[in-house]
């Protein structure tokens, strides 16, 4: 049974920082892509970044090219989404998704809130 447990999220200054933490079991972990997606309110659900299994390329939405960085640790089934200089358009719920090489989606955690705010 694949599991996702997001955790780190919060409340946070504009130009502040978060990291989200991604816990995973119930499948192989490094050979799963691993990504994280976000939801603003009243808007669809969107790609922020994703990491790859093998050599573990990265890939970034525009809009937090050079404020967030996506790594994993496959020793510990964990995926991380480190977030700085983090704005108010930042804000949303934050989801873990897990997927195979061949596109198919193996699960998804169930988010942790993001909100940036002065």
């Known amino acids: 049974q694949v599991q996702l447990v997001e955790s780190g999220g919060g409340l946070v200054q504009p130009g502040g920082s978060l990291r989200l933490s991604c816990a995973a079991s119930g499948f192989t972990f490094s050979r799963a892509v691993m990504s994280w997606y976000r939801q603003a309110p009243g808007k669809e659900r969107e790609l922020v970044a994703f990491?790859?299994?093998?050599?573990?390329?990265?890939n970034y939405a525009d809009s937090v090219k050079g404020r967030f960085t996506i790594s994993r640790d496959n020793a510990k089934n964990l995926v991380y989404l480190q977030m700085n200089n983090l704005k108010p358009e930042d804000t949303g719920v934050y989801y873990c998704k897990a997927g195979s090489r061949y596109g198919d989606t193996l699960g998804w955690g169930q988010g942790t809130q993001v909100t940036v705010s002065s």
């Open positions: 990491i790859t299994s093998i050599g573990g390329n990265t």
